[in-house]
């Protein structure tokens, strides 16, 4: 149970870039605004292409033992971060955060 595979595609609502998986296969969605005007939604997030597919299949892995929601469910859980001496109370997903590649916030 991992990510083992890739598709590209083009949102057709107002949804910013964003990353997601269906069964094992990650996702890459491109804004249609971002499309339209030629610009690439991904260019500063391409550092943490690492982070964010490890973080991806650990969605799956939780999925496929436990379910969607428990999977859906860690990307609501908080926790408290000290990032250069101050501190934040983020999502375990928001990978700016992250300090190694899980794609996993963990104070």
């Given at each position: 149970?991992?990510?083992?595979?890739?598709?590209?595609?083009?949102?057709?609502d107002e949804s910013p870039a964003y990353?997601?998986?269906?069964?094992?296969?990650?996702?890459?969605?491109?804004?249609?605004?971002?499309?339209?005007?030629?610009?690439?939604?991904?260019?500063?997030?391409?550092?943490?292409m690492g982070a964010l597919v490890s973080?991806?299949?650990?969605?799956?892995?939780?999925?496929?033992?436990?379910?969607?929601?428990?999977?859906?469910?860690?990307?609501?859980?908080?926790?408290?971060?000290?990032?250069?001496?101050?501190?934040?109370?983020?999502?375990?997903?928001?990978?700016?955060?992250?300090?190694?590649q899980s794609g996993l916030v963990i104070?």
């Amino acid at each position: 149970m991992a990510i083992n595979d890739f598709a590209l595609a083009c949102a057709i609502d107002e949804s910013p870039a964003y990353f997601t998986y269906e069964k094992e296969t990650m996702l890459v969605i491109q804004s249609a605004q971002d499309a339209k005007a030629g610009v690439n939604s991904f260019e500063y997030i391409e550092p943490f292409m690492g982070a964010l597919v490890s973080h991806e299949a650990i969605h799956v892995a939780i999925k496929g033992l436990e379910g969607d929601d428990t999977s859906e469910s860690l990307d609501d859980i908080e926790v408290i971060v000290e990032h250069d001496g101050r501190r934040f109370q983020v999502t375990l997903n928001n990978i700016l955060f992250a300090s190694d590649q899980s794609g996993l916030v963990i104070p």
